[in-house]
């Protein structure tokens, strides 16, 4: 009744419009779900089962292949208790270290004036633009030399980049906020450090918090951190990877099935809590040239 | 020195802009190290020949490899990258604003269509490619239900899949650009369309203005800025590591399927399986180099162009 009676508040050209990308979006969202329904019927088959057809539905669902997965999946020397460790510490450090880092040079640069400040808002803008091939050769030399591969003490310096897309948002959602009450405190004898934690940081937790979601589902999925430089630290998007190129025949199609839902769940659950967070708030800043 | 720096500069502006550049330490020297320095080696390493001197070698070996013939060709995977640049540009990039825009206009089930659609990213590139080669392998369900429906296809390809299969196989990796692409500037573009007054709207509406004339003459030169901007960085995008088409065809000697993306991101992966000594890096160096001296003035022609056309829109 509610759809109803929006759709005739519309004009005819806008119905028609909505309607053909009702269409369209029901066919690409069951594109897009057919493969997670497709995996999940499938990871709770029989590896004969799965072998006689992949689309039937499993006859008695074998959820025993979960525990398989957690149990038997290995790459090298790595359980899948290693791997999940590896995926949680890379995604959660990288989150910290770059979200951080873009978080403090956004705030300087938007709320304070210094010598070279109009400099960096270009020179931000430029590396996005500025295409510079081939510099992921000179980054494995450089790693190499400064003994950073398979180094998991040194290798979240390559994360910790400031002047990044959450750079972007971030500065356009500190230029928005009020410099009034850093005013009023600074009357108060509060010092630059006490307004920013106190007064302005909190201001932009929602920001913050989002682009640190985005962030972290984007390092949970990095496989070409463990791919390049750090083989000996696997997480579970390589190791998924990795087991797809092999022949599987110890531990069968539907247990490597059942170790790829377990490793988007956690995602799955966290975007589900926050997604509307994220939503609303990544776009807050938004992106301008 | 600080003296002169600062000489514009009250006593607390000075101590701000102190607090400032403290705060600014790490990331600018993280900069430093990781961008401006691994960029300015990247271009000396290119000119590291194997035989360890310094010389033209690797960019002679590049040309060579650029103009022979056959699919091994340099051009080749240049053109090739060209065409998946075209692609996403002029098919499916104005195919994700009319998307985005469905969504802002409140398609019935928007939330729940949101939230789909943010899947691709949610799972990862891995697993994305992982199930769509599974979906257009040859026992996968989308050759199943063509057999189903009696659609011709070459018999080799119910033998070796759509990615397979020599003619198909580009093509293949081409939708999966499409597929995912559509989706992919969903919340940049509703976030521009969401900043955009409701009044305007409103005051459009009064005016009788049709839906397509408000789509074309209020919603798309508003978000144009934002447009723009897109266009710009897919623009400048266009040779970079292509670890996509890496995960769908792996590291097997394909036919008809490298770009210039790939071939750089397979190079670098055989250095670090490898753990090559230093004379080996040169040649993806010079590649790169290459490339980039090629796609700069491309890019800042274009930038100019775009930006000609972006008056500057505030509101």
Known sequence: ?289 | MRQGLFRSYTKTEKRGALFALGLLAFPIAQFLIFYLYINISSITLAFLQPDNNYGLANFERVLEEFVRSGDGSLSVYVLRSMITWAVGTFITFPASILFAYALFKKIPGEMVFRVIFFLPSLLGAVVMTTLYRYLVSATGPLLEVIKKLNIYLPENIFRDGLLGGKDTAFGTILFYGFWLGLSSNIIVLTGALTRIPKEIFEASKLDGTSFMGEFFRISFPLIWPTISTLLIFNMSSLFVADSGTFLLVGTGEKEGVHTMGYYMFYVVYRLSETGASDRLYGYPAAMGLLLTIFTIPIVLIFRYFVEKHTEDIAY
């Not at chain 1, 410099?179 to 004898?189: K, L, S, T, V």
């Not at chain 1, 962030?215 to 630290?233: D, P, Q």
């Not at chain 1, 956690?266 to 967070?277: E, N, R, S, Y």
């Open chain 1, 1 to 289: 009744m509610k759809v109803r009676n929006k759709m005739k508040s519309r004009s005819v050209g806008e119905t028609i419009f909505l309607i053909l990308f009702f269409v369209f979006f029901v066919v690409m969202a069951i594109s897009l779900l057919y493969p997670l329904f497709w995996v999940v019927s499938n990871s709770l088959k029989t590896p004969f089962e799965y072998r006689e057809s992949s689309f039937n539905l499993p006859e008695t669902p074998l959820f025993e292949n979960y525990l398989s997965a957690v149990r038997d999946i290995s790459v090298g020397k790595a359980s899948f208790a290693i791997l999940a460790f590896n995926t949680v510490w890379m995604a959660v450090v990288s989150t910290v270290v770059n979200i951080g880092s873009s978080t403090l040079a956004a705030y300087a640069v938007s709320k304070y004036r210094f010598p070279g400040k109009p400099a960096i808002y270009s020179i931000v803008i430029m590396i996005q633009v500025l295409p510079t091939f081939g510099s992921n050769t000179a980054m494995l030399k450089f790693l190499y030399d400064a003994n950073m591969i398979n180094n998991p003490y040194l290798i979240w310096l390559t994360w910790a980049g400031g002047f990044d897309f959450a750079f972007i948002v971030l500065y356009g959602y500190f230029k928005s906020v009020s410099w009034n009450y850093a005013e009023a405190a600074m009357i108060d004898g509060a010092g630059h450090f006490k307004i920013m934690y106190k007064i302005m940081l909190p201001q932009a937790i929602p920001a913050i918090a989002s682009l640190m979601i985005l962030n972290l589902i984007g390092a949970w999925n990095n496989y070409t951190t463990s791919m390049l430089y750090m083989k000996a630290y696997p997480n579970l998007a390589y190791a998924i990877y990795l087991l797809d190129q092999e022949s599987m025949f110890e531990i069968g199609r539907p247990v490597f099935f059942a170790a790829i839902v377990i490793s988007i769940l956690p995602l799955l659950i966290i975007f589900v809590a926050c997604q509307k967070m994220i939503m609303t708030n990544v776009t807050a800043g938004g992106l301008k040239g």
